[in-house]
């Protein structure tokens, strides 16, 4: 049978259900039960810890009832609930010191350091933190060292000391190693990758991130692969290799889909739409950035809303839509003020937790040894630290909130003159719109006189072109006419010429010889000719017969001819 710790959540359940005997058994099925539900549901795990705790009080061992009260202080921690967990952490601390329980001593100093580290209380974590690592070198837990360690480092990262930060994480990664913990050895390494980061040493960071991925993608591990893709995206962005850092916040996104985590999603999107922005894909920029800003406001989450409304202002402002980019810009200031009001709430209850807190040290103080002079100076030089960079921070925030008032009139002013010249290009337009509604009227108009007078030219033109038909007809029947008439006459003529030239011929066959008449009329003159015996009667010459007895036959034709 495996131990209760290695038992799934429902396993435990169901043994708790079956045993019901009041005994160390039970108490501890039901702190162990406790336990599990630190991450699940931290609500119902603080009923199993009372359960814890009030069984616990009836047993002879008060160890049981230690770990009772810190189940109760780890599940009121989760839920921000500091004053209950300190205060059960502080009374397992007593009963633990009062029966000499090193290890749960151990346990509860770093617990307690954990929360003051929740309320920022840097050096009095760090005091706890390092009585914890008093005893573990005594007992030898290497596996609580290994934590220990890897807070500690976490503090030096908040405080800036990068260098300490890394030593500390390197410590503990060593350790963890070691021991063969993958769990911490994975945490290890994607803290130091953190810490090169903001070191910028990236090469560093990329080697660290990308073995820590590994790790988690070995252990099966869905939301450290997730966290570890967009810290490595988050790298190669700071590189300015956009196109890999695309690539890998896409992977952590399909990741967070799958484990269905509205954060992870919400912030994915939100550096998606930060590097579509920085390559100028406004359309993309804008999407994306709209998806994550629907996931924020339907999941609460109130801090990615203002980052988001603040980056859709400057795609807005890169698109010249200054009135959209004012009013998220506005969204942002809102949110984002709205979000310090209750940051400022919750570091006035944090000082007075600190306050009340110290004076229940001293009720302890009789269970603890003093610190050595080396914590002491640990402990004095990261209140400096602290104390340096909340002064540095209350500058930055100051500035920053002054640069965020300019640009809120910025884009304000720019809105009134983006509105003032719509309004201006808008009456221009209408100006226009009417004027050209004018001309076009004025065409319309034109076209249908146009209209009208081709309408009336094309009647004329019909008129006309009937007249000239009509009268195409008249000319051509007229034409026929003296032409039929022509004919007629010429046929009249050509037979009366026709008779006439008979009577010719045959005037000429009566007084010449037939070839003397032929020759005649093909040449028009004939060869006079010697006949022996002719008959002819002249009555026209005188003397003709003497004449022509006295002449040759030529030569009175010829004679005839020049006379006649």
């Known amino acids: 049978m495996l131990p209760a710790q290695q038992l799934p959540l429902d396993s435990l359940l169901k043994m708790e259900k079956q045993y019901r005997n009041e005994d160390t058994i039970r108490v501890k099925l039901l702190t162990d039960i406790a336990r599990r539900y630190y991450s699940v549901d931290p609500t119902t795990g603080m009923t199993f810890a009372e359960k814890a705790i009030q069984l616990g ?15 109760m202080g780890g599940n009121a921690l989760t839920l921000a609930d500091y004053p209950t967990a300190l205060s059960n952490y502080q009374q397992a601390l007593s009963i633990n010191l009062e029966i000499r329980n090193q290890q749960g001593v151990a346990n509860n100093y770093n617990n307690i350091g954990l929360v003051y ?26 596996t609580s060292t290994a934590n220990t ?17 890394i030593s500390y994480f390197e410590k503990a990664l060593q350790i963890s190693e070691k021991e063969g913990n993958l769990q911490n050895v994975a945490g290890n390494l994607s803290n130091l990758g953190n810490a ?42 700071e590189m300015g290799d956009h196109a890999s850092a695309i690539q890998y916040h896409e992977k952590a996104l399909a990741v967070f889909q799958k484990i269905k985590d509205k954060k992870g999603i919400a912030s994915s999107y939100t550096s998606l739409g930060e590097l579509y922005l ?58 984002r003020d709205s979000i310090n009001n209750v940051e400022k709430k919750t570091e006035l209850t944090r000082k007075t937790l600190q306050f009340e807190f110290s004076k229940k040290e001293d009720s302890l ?17 990261a209140a400096k630290q602290q104390k340096e960079l909340q002064l540095k921070q209350v500058a930055i925030n100051l500035a ?15 809105a009134d003159l983006q509105i003032e010249q719509s309004s201006s290009r808008e009456k221009e337009e209408k100006l226009k719109r009417a004027e050209n509604e004018k001309q076009l009227q004025l065409t319309q108009m034109s076209l249908q006189q146009t209209q009208l007078e081709l309408k009336d030219k094309e009647i004329q033109s019909r008129k006309v072109q009937s007249l000239l038909f009509s009268g195409g007809i008249l000319l051509l029947t007229l034409l026929s006419f003296f032409i039929f008439r022509n004919f007629r006459n010429q046929q009249k003529a050509n037979l009366l010429i026709q008779q006439e030239k008979q009577k010719s011929e045959d005037l000429l066959h009566n007084i010449l010889p037939k070839e003397v008449a032929d020759e005649l009329k093909v040449k028009g003159q004939a060869m006079a000719r010697q006949f022996d015996t002719v008959t002819v009667l002249f009555t026209d010459f005188v003397n003709f017969t003497r004449i022509s007895e006295e002449l040759k036959p030529q030569d009175l034709v010829n004679t005839l001819h020049r006379h006649f």
């Open 57 to 71: 009080k009836t047993l002879p061992d008060k160890k049981f009832l230690a770990g009772a009260f810190s189940s």
């Open 117 to 142: 580290s929740s309320i920022f209380d840097y050096p009095k974590a760090l005091e706890y933190y390092q009585k914890n690592l008093s005893i573990n070198e005594k007992t030898g837990n290497k």
């Open 149 to 165: 360690l890897g807070n500690i480092g976490s503090i030096y990262n908040v405080l800036q000391d990068y260098p300490q930060a």
């Open 196 to 237: 090169y980061t903001q070191q910028r040493n990236f090469t560093k960071a990329l080697e660290y991130k990308q073995r820590a991925l590994g790790m988690y993608e070995k252990l099966g591990n869905q939301s450290g692969v997730a966290l570890n893709l967009g810290n490595i995206g988050n790298v190669f962005k």
């Open 278 to 335: 920085i390559q100028r894909n406004l359309p993309l920029a804008l999407e994306t950035t709209q998806r994550a800003l629907t996931i924020a406001d339907g999941s609460g989450l109130l801090k990615s809303a203002s980052d988001i409304y603040r980056n859709l202002s400057r795609i807005y402002e890169s698109q010249s839509r200054f009135d959209s980019a004012f009013l998220a810009y506005k969204s942002f200031i809102l949110l």
């Open 365 to 381: 103080r009789q269970f603890q040894a003093l610190t050595d002079a080396k914590l002491q100076q640990q402990i004095l030089l």
């Open 400 to 414: 920053t909130k002054e640069k965020e008032i300019q640009h809120l009139a910025y884009l304000k002013s720019q």
